[in-house]
């Protein structure tokens, strides 16, 4: 009988990103990467945010090195690598560094030739990107199979999120795309906000987005920040906790179907799109 090697399986990589700053983008990447860690996956987050991290923040970590010294040559990814909650495996970013704002090309080959070497490691790698449409966002995502924005009711927040996905459609078409709409009074709010997102995509994108679903307006949430503890860690019964596990395990129950694996080789520049935004919100 011949013996069969056993291929090892690449991780699903999501990308939670946002057209606006203080929608929650990094509480929701926070606490999927640790509901998915609580579903018995091994799961790693990329704080993207290369100049203004605050992952580790969130989940009251303070990690001695960082992605920076990655980027420069001074360390190895697995050497920057500390445990958060439920066995999270963060890599941090730095603070208050305006030389990693906009990476290289040879600085982005780093860190994907790093990112390779440990993915046979992990089920799932979530990178939380910064906010809004700079190039180090746009080349972030470009890293993983699925773009989850977030986004929420304010109608700045919807037309920010429309301009990133338009962004996205043009630079890289291939890119799935999934919405998750943020602190939501209830289903019937957040499903408006997707509609107004479909509709404008559809008519003006010529292409389909998917809802992946909303996180309910909790209290609890700030309270969880202040304490640097991810809600679902914190207070696991709480209304947005329960949230976070429905998106966790309805991305794990899809996880089947989607390409894995991180899109290490990012397609060619494409000329700079200015991301106009039609009267969708």
Same mark, same amino acid.
């Given at each position: 009988m011949t013996?069969?090697?056993?291929v090892p399986r690449r991780p699903i990589? %999501?990308? =939670?990103?946002?057209?606006? !700053? !203080?929608?929650?983008? /990094?509480? =929701?990447?926070?606490?999927?990467?640790?509901?998915?860690?609580?579903?018995?996956?091994?799961?790693a987050i990329l704080d993207a945010d290369f100049g203004l991290g605050n992952v580790d923040v969130m989940m009251g970590l303070a990690p001695p090195a960082h992605v920076?010294?990655?980027? =420069?040559?001074?360390?190895?990814?697995?050497?920057?690598?500390?445990?958060?909650?439920?066995?999270?495996?963060v890599i941090p970013a730095s603070?208050?560094?305006?030389?990693? /704002?906009?990476?290289?090309?040879g600085q982005w080959d780093r860190l994907g030739d790093s990112l390779d070497e440990i993915a046979d490691d992990f089920d799932y790698v979530i990178i939380d990107t910064g906010a809004g449409i700079s190039d180090n966002v746009v080349e972030a995502i470009r890293l993983a199979n699925l773009a989850l924005v977030v986004t929420a009711l304010e109608p700045t927040a919807v037309v920010d999120a429309y301009a990133l996905i338009k962004l996205m459609s043009t630079t890289?078409?291939?890119?799935? %795309?999934?919405?998750?709409? #943020? #602190?939501?009074r209830d289903a019937s709010e957040a499903q408006l906000v997707f509609t107004q997102l479909q509709v404008a995509a559809t008519r003006f994108l010529k292409r389909r987005i998917q809802y992946a679903g909303f996180i309910a307006h909790d209290p609890a949430v700030r309270e969880s920040v202040l304490v640097q503890r991810p809600i679902v860690d914190h207070l696991p019964q709480s209304p947005a906790s329960r949230c976070f596990r429905i998106l966790a395990s309805?991305?794990? !129950?899809?996880?089947?179907?989607?390409?894995? !694996?991180?899109r290490l080789v990012r397609p060619a520049p494409t000329a700079p799109v200015t991301p106009g935004t039609p009267q969708c919100a």
């Open positions: 013996a069969t090697t056993a990589s %999501i990308a =939670v990103t946002s057209g606006k !700053g !203080g929608v929650g983008k /990094t509480s =929701v990447a926070v606490n999927l990467a640790v509901a998915l860690a609580r579903l018995r996956n091994r799961v920076g010294h990655v980027l =420069v040559g001074e360390k190895t990814l697995r050497e920057v690598l500390v445990t958060g909650p439920c066995g999270v495996q603070s208050g560094m305006p030389q990693l /704002t906009a990476l290289t090309d890289d078409p291939a890119q799935e %795309i999934e919405v998750v709409v #943020n #602190n939501a309805r991305l794990a !129950g899809a996880a089947a179907g989607r390409a894995a !694996g991180l």
